[in-house]
Structures are given as C-alpha cells and as structure tokens.
C-alpha cells in the first residue's frame, strides 16, 4: 500500500513539475518577444529624430530618408499585429535602411560630426545590441518550449493542455550583410 | 599601502640565500613602468593602490630575469649545488633511514623546480601586464584581503585561515570609445575543519569600475541544484530561461523596488554576455554594488604554464598567447557588460 501511495505521489509530482515547466516556459516565450517588442520600439523611436537630423545635413539624400520612414510604419504594423515573422520583416528593412545612412554619413563630414547625430549613431547601435540578444534570448526560449513540448513524457502534458509549438524568430541573412551604397 | 611585507621579506631570503641572486644589487631602474603617470590613474576598489610600491616588485623580478640571461648556468649550478648539499646531509642521516640519502637531495630539487616553475608564471603576468600598458603585483597580500571583506563581504568573506590576495593586476580597457578602469586577481583560502583538517580553495576575481551608481546592490550566484527546484518559483525571474538556469539573485532591501532595479539592469545584452561569460568560464559568481561590478570565478586564473626558466630564459609563446587570451576575454566581457549599464 506504502508503495503504490509512493508512486502515485512520485508520479502526482512529476505532472505537476512538468505542467508547470511548460507553464513558465511558455510564459518566458511571452516574455521575451514582448522584450524584443520594446526594443524595437525603442529604436523605431529614434527614427524621426535621425531622419530631421540627417535632412539638415543631406535633404537630398530623399530615397533613403523615405525608406527609414518606410521601414519605421512596416515595424509599427508589424508590432501592432504581434506576429514575429511581420514584426522580424519590419526589423530587417529598418536595419538595412539604418545601415545605408550611417553609410552615406561619411561623405558628409558636418553631419558626421554632429553631436545629436553621434549620440543617435550610439543609441542606435546599443539598441540594436539589445534587440539582437532579446532575439537570442527569444530563440532559445523557443527552443525549450518546443522541445519540451516535442519530448515524451511531457508531449502527452502539452497536447492534454493545448501548449503548441512558437515560431522562431529569424532575421534574413542577406540583411545582414554591409549594405552597398552607390552614388 | 602597507603590503604584507613578510611576504617580501621571506622572497628575497630565499633569492639570496638558495639562490644566490646578488638582491640588493639588482639594477631595478632599468624595469619601472614607463608611463608613471598614466599608472597613476588606475584604479583600486579599496581606494589603496601604491603604484610605485607594486612597480617596484615587477621590476625586481624583471631584474631577475636579467640577471639570469646574463648569467645562463647560474639556475642550474644553485640547482645542482643545492641538490649535492642534500645529498651529502641525506648520507650523513642514513645510519637513521635508509631513504634520508634519497629524499635529502630530493627536497631542493624539487624545492628549486618549483621555484623556477612558478618564477616563470610571474614573468609570463608581468610581460603580459606591459604589453598592455597594466599594472602587475606579483606580491601575495593579507592586508588586500582585510580591506575587501570589509567591502565586499559577500565575496571575499570565505574560509577560516590563510586567506590572501595574489597575482593581480590593474588596468584599463576601452569599449567602444569608452574607458573602464579594472581590478584583478587571485583569491585563496582554506577552510580548517577539525583538527588537522583543511581545504585551500582558490578563486579569481575581476572588479570592474562603472561610469555611474546602480540603484541596487545585488549578488547572482551558480543556481543551486536541487531535484526539487522545478516546485518552487523563482522570486525574481528575467525573461531568459537560460539565464534563470544558471543564476538566482540575492539583494537588500524591499522586493518589489529591487526587484525592478534587478530586472532594469540585467538589459538582454547583460544577460546574453553574462550567460556567454558562464558558457566559457563555468559557474560564477557577480555581485553589482554600487558603481563596481565584480566577478567571482572558479580556480585559479592561469593553469598549465609551460615557461621553463631552467631550460630558456624567455617565455613560452603558447603560455603568453594563452594568459593574454584567458585575461582579455574576462576583462572584455566584463567591460562591455559595463557599457550596458552606463
């Protein structure tokens, strides 16, 4: 009788153990998209203030101050529909078309060395360190959920409570190439 | 600074009488740190750093060098005379043990190997601390040790006897334009458990000076393993699973308003670096307290050392490669966790 009470509760502990690792994965996933969110919003922030920088300096440079505003409404949508893939498009052209104007900066001295524009240069690139570990850390929390959720015993948990598989969050390689301005 | 000076003491009677190193006519002069005022400016978390103190004992050891270049054979005749001593005391005991006439000669030789085999350590460190323009004392500190646990409890109040403050440098290193200002060194203790029994542990630590003042002092420490951990909760979770794998958190004051500060400092980036950090170095300990972040690591800072003083007196281009690697990765990981925090 002892016995078969000792493995009830082994086995009564074991489920809750793993409906509760689920749970706090799943919560961690949540979590962490949430704080990739923030940062691109951080960033997407800093968008209208580099642009009036950089059109005191270069206003001729029109095309690629309008593909930074494009990019910045192609985040903000895709933020506001909370879909990773849209919201990882949205990050890809911004980071392209950020790349392009610190790019083109350089054939402009006066503007290189403005100060508002240095402090938005630093900004930037601290934000987008930041959103490049929350993306790891978004990753990699998706990745243990989705094992877990994969793995027997705990398979038979998830499908009982409906715990389904995230997407990963993939940033397109090509974009992370330098960006080849021409003149 | 007042740097246990005993320890001095004993290394120069031993340099001049096992050795004979002629101490006091060492030409040190030639071996200070060049830039004097820019050593000036670095940076000790006691406030208590005596430049010219420290840069004394690197040059004295560098004159050693020195001496041993331009006297080739002088290591391996202290060595043979020493071990020929032994032996003729060995025999002249052996009416008592048979294996006095081997262990006699045994104890210098190994005494003197030991010697020359960690005399290449420090001028491995001290080479390395030049090369980038740091600060290197080669001189074990009790004193250090005292005016860090009254600092720094958390970290540096361990064991029961014989704790002391070894191998360790100053410097600066620069992130992305910025300049942090570090600490490092060795951190060595026993613990007496009854009567005969001791355990020496040894660690190593890296402080690292922050631009501006954290709100909160907190201490992330190796989360403990424990079958049971997947009952409790956590009272302060980040959004990395990895990273709340690897740490727990202990802090003063009310959770809810540190907790807040906790989870504003730990940035993704902090957290990613900090899991890179455990990712290479194994578990560790970090305690963020006021404008200084400092580590605490498992062993001692370098292992392995092939440097044979006996053999060539210049280093091993496999250790140099290795030390400069093992220090510039913490120092730069710590640092460009610092820039996260500024």
């Excluded at chain 1, 978004?138 to 009982?160: D, H, Q, R």
């Excluded at chain 2, 600092?151 to 403050?165: A, L, S, T, V």
């Excluded at chain 2, 290193?173 to 490092?184: D, G, P, R, S, W």
Aim: net charge positive.
């Amino acid at each position: 009788m002892i016995i078969v009470l000792a493995v009830i509760g082994v086995v009564v502990l074991a489920f809750i153990g793993m409906y509760n690792s689920l749970v706090r994965l799943r919560n961690n996933v949540k979590k962490s998209f949430a704080g990739i969110d923030v940062q691109l919003k951080r960033r997407t922030d800093l968008i209208p203030n580099l642009i009036n920088t950089v059109k005191g300096y270069a206003a001729h440079e029109k095309e690629l101050l309008e593909s930074l505003t494009k990019a910045r409404t192609s985040i903000i949508n895709g933020s506001a529909s909370g879909n990773v893939n849209a919201m990882a498009e949205g990050e890809n052209m911004l980071s392209g078309a950020l790349k392009s104007i610190f790019a083109v900066a350089e054939n402009y001295p006066d503007l290189k060395a403005n100060q508002n524009f240095l402090e938005l240069q630093e900004s930037l690139e601290e934000t987008e360190d930041q959103i490049a570990a929350s993306r790891r850390i978004y990753n990699e929390n998706v990745n243990y959920l989705n094992t877990k959720i994969e793995v027997f015993p705990s398979n038979l948990i998830a499908s009982m409570f409906g715990f389904t598989q995230e997407e990963l969050y993939t940033v397109v390689e090509e974009d992370r190439k330098n960006v080849d301005v021409k003149f | 600074m007042n740097h246990s000076p005993q320890f001095s003491v004993i290394a120069d009677f031993v340099d001049q009488f096992f050795l004979g190193i002629p101490v006091s006519k060492l030409d040190l002069s030639k071996h200070k740190v060049q830039d004097v005022d820019k050593a000036r400016q670095l940076w000790d978390p006691t406030g208590n750093l005596d430049v010219d103190l420290v840069d004394m004992r690197s040059a004295k050891i560098l004159a050693k060098v020195n001496f041993f270049k331009e006297n080739p054979k002088h290591a391996s005749k202290q060595r043979t005379k020493w071990t020929l001593i032994g032996l003729l005391i060995g025999l002249v005991f052996s009416f008592l043990s048979p294996f006095a006439a081997i262990i006699g000669p045994a104890i210098p030789f190994g005494l003197l190997t030991s010697y020359f085999k960690n005399f290449g350590k420090e001028v491995v460190k001290i080479q390395l601390a030049n090369k980038n323009n740091w600060l290197y004392d080669p001189t074990p500190s009790r004193r250090k040790h005292h005016l860090l646990v009254s600092k720094y409890p958390q970290i540096f109040k361990k064991g029961n006897q014989d704790q002391k403050i070894d191998d360790q440098f100053w410097g600066i290193n620069t992130v992305h334009e910025k300049v942090y200002l570090f600490n490092a060194g060795v951190f060595q203790y026993s613990v007496k458990s009854g009567k005969n029994n001791s355990t020496s542990y040894t660690t190593h630590y890296l402080f690292i000076q922050l631009q501006k003042e954290l709100k909160c002092e907190f201490l992330l420490s190796p989360e403990s393993k424990s079958i049971f951990n997947f009952l409790r909760s956590k009272e302060i979770d980040t959004e990395s699973e990895e990273f709340n794998k690897m740490f727990e958190f202990s802090y003063n004051g009310k959770k809810d308003e540190s907790a807040l500060e906790i989870v504003k400092s730990l940035s993704p980036a902090v957290q990613t670096k900090l899991i890179e950090l455990a990712r290479k170095k194994g578990p560790f300990n970090v305690l963020f307290s006021k404008s200084v972040i400092l580590f605490l690591f498992k062993g001692s800072l370098l292992r392995n050392i092939k440097t044979n003083m006996f053999k060539n007196v210049e280093i091993d281009a496999e250790d140099a490669r290795k030390v400069e690697e093992e220090i510039s990765f913490q120092v730069d990981l710590g640092t460009s966790i610092a820039k996260y925090l500024n």
